[in-house]
Structures are given as C-alpha cells and as structure tokens.
C-alpha cells in the first residue's frame, strides 16, 4: 500500500525535484495534494510553479491549492536571488493549463485528515510551515490524526543560509515553526546539515540531461540555475538539492542516518530568530520532539533520483 502524502511546498526548483520524486514514485507514496504557500517566491508564483511541475510529469489529475500568502505574524521574505523571479528559472515551461482548485489550501488540508483514519496522512512541507500551524491552529482535531510530518527545514552544525543563524524556511515563518515544532507530531526533520551533502555536480547535472524523456533536461536546466548561485556563495563543488531529501527517506529511508533530539524555535533573538535550536548533544532534559537527521548516502541518493526520474 502506498504511503498517503501531502507536499506542502514553495516551488522553487529543488521543490519542483521533490514533487517530480514523488510522483515518480506511485508503489510507495500516493499525492493526494500539493498545497502551496508564500517562500522562495510569493504565492501566485508557487501556486502556478506546483501545476507547471505536473504538468511535465504528466500528471494533470494532481490537485494544487493555493494557502496562505504570507507568515503569521511576520512580512514575507523571499528568495529570488536564488530562484530567479518565476522561482522556476533555468528552462522556460508552458503556462500550466490545469486549474489551481478554488478551495483553500489550509481547508483541504484540515478536510483531508479529517475525511482518512487517524494516522494514514503524511504532511511533507517543503517550504515555511504557515499551512501547517494555520490548520493546527484552525482545526486543532486534526494534530492527532497526522501520522506523521517529514519536513525541510532548520540546521545545527550548518546554522544558517539566511542568516547566519537561520534557515530559510524556518526564518520566513518561526512561529509557524515553533506551532509545528511544539504540536507533538511524530516529526522527521531534513536539516542543512543533510541537504549540503546532496550536493549537485556537474557529473550529476549532465546525468539528469541525458534521461530519456523531458523531465531529465528541465531538471538539469534547473539544477545549472541555481548552481551557479551556490557554488559562488558556499565555494562548493555544486549545489544542494535541498528538499527531494524529504521525498527521498519516505520511498528509502535507510539512506539516512539521525538522532532523535529536542530542537526548539527561537521566535525572539536578537541575532538568532528562526533558529532551529538542535540539543544533538542531548545536553538538556527537555523531551525529544523530532528526528533531526544528520548524514545522507550522496551517491544512493543521486542514483535513485536518476532511476525514478528516468520513469516519467
């Protein structure tokens, strides 16, 4: 049986890999929805960019919401300086023809676990978490049906991409975080720390161009995008593909090794807010809270990318 999955995304190009990983993936993750929100690029751009990815999977029958257009409590920050101003730059797509569903993101979701047994919905968020705490907020029955949230997001040793503190997507929303963080879910964290291990080479690139199909190609087109941001910034032989690692462990999670630990947000610092503070050492006795992952198998990783891409 496959598992029961909700992408909760920003699209972005490494979101895009994500949502293409998993739809590639039938035997074990069902796409019962892709719910978007405001991050690397505001939410009319993500909201298009999640329907412009199934459409080059084929896949026209997926169901794309659009959900809330800014954090909690905070401005929107985004990230075109990374992702272009389409968020998808690097190859240019036709506008989706498909149509964005009328109702709200955060509804669907709420209905969604709502409507399934206790347990049998995955949420997999790729972006700031405001969705997520919104329906938590909104609907608190549904914390208890979620079986389970495997997100990107936070660091420890890497600390921060945003700020020298702060990953982005826990920096655009930390109080979305720090709901998400606090609500007892079962949580699977993907940190900076694993995903600046699944760095993009230019081996790695010209792989994805040469899958049969047209999914290979727009993926190397995207991945030479935003390379060239990174290599410049971290020095790095390539980019990271930062948020596939979310799709990647529920399909084969023995690529990945973690700790489960306390990691709290910090919503108030004055040098620090988005913080994901990681107690890796278990230092402290508050109760652990996630699965925060810290190792990947970079060459297991790229080849199950290539295998399952190669499928659409």
């Given at each position: 049986m496959p598992?029961?999955?909700?992408?909760?995304?920003?699209?972005?190009?490494?979101?895009?890999?994500?949502?293409?990983?998993?739809?590639a993936s039938p035997d074990e993750l069902e796409v019962l929805g892709i719910t978007c929100v405001a991050g690397n690029v505001p939410l009319g751009l993500t909201a298009r960019n999640a329907r412009i990815v199934c459409e080059l999977a084929g896949r026209r029958d997926i169901k794309v919401y659009a959900g809330c257009d800014r954090p909690l409590r905070r401005p929107l920050v985004?990230?075109?300086?990374?992702?272009?101003?389409?968020?998808?730059d690097g190859i240019t797509l036709p506008e989706p023809e498909m149509p964005l569903q009328a109702q709200h993101g955060v509804d669907f979701l709420i209905e969604t676990l709502r409507a399934?047994?206790?347990?049998?919905?995955?949420?997999?968020?790729?972006?700031?978490?405001?969705?997520i705490a919104t329906a938590m907020q909104r609907a608190p029955d549904i914390i208890t049906r979620i079986g389970q949230i495997v997100l990107m997001g936070g660091a420890y040793f890497q600390v921060g991409n945003v700020t020298p503190a702060a990953e982005f997507n826990i920096y655009?929303?930390?109080?979305?975080?720090?709901?998400?963080?606090?609500?007892?879910v079962d949580l699977v964290v993907?940190?900076?720390?694993?995903?600046?291990?699944?760095?993009?080479?230019r081996t790695r690139v010209e792989?994805?161009?040469?899958?049969?199909?047209?999914?290979g190609p727009a993926v190397a087109s995207w991945t030479d995008f935003f390379e060239r941001f990174d290599k410049e910034k971290y020095g790095s032989e390539g980019a990271p593909l930062h948020d596939p690692c979310t799709i990647a462990w529920l399909i084969r999670p023995a690529l990945f090794t973690g700790r489960h630990i306390n990691v709290e947000i910090e919503t108030e610092g004055r040098l620090t807010t988005g913080m994901t503070?990681?107690?890796?050492?278990?230092?402290?006795?508050?109760?652990?809270?996630?699965?925060?992952?810290?190792?990947?198998?970079?060459?297991d990783f790229f080849a199950l990318l290539n295998e399952r891409l190669a499928r659409l």
């Open positions: 598992r029961k999955i909700i992408i909760d995304t920003d699209p972005g190009q490494d979101d895009a890999v994500a949502i293409l990983l998993a739809l985004t990230a075109e300086y990374v992702h272009g101003k389409t968020g998808l399934h047994p206790p347990g049998s919905v995955t949420l997999v968020p790729i972006g700031p978490l405001t969705n655009v929303d930390p109080e979305a975080a720090d709901i998400v963080f606090r609500s007892g993907m940190p900076l720390d694993v995903t600046h291990k699944a760095l993009i080479s792989a994805f161009r040469a899958l049969p199909g047209k999914v503070v990681a107690d890796w050492w278990r230092v402290t006795d508050r109760k652990p809270n996630a699965t925060f992952m810290g190792d990947i198998d970079t060459d």
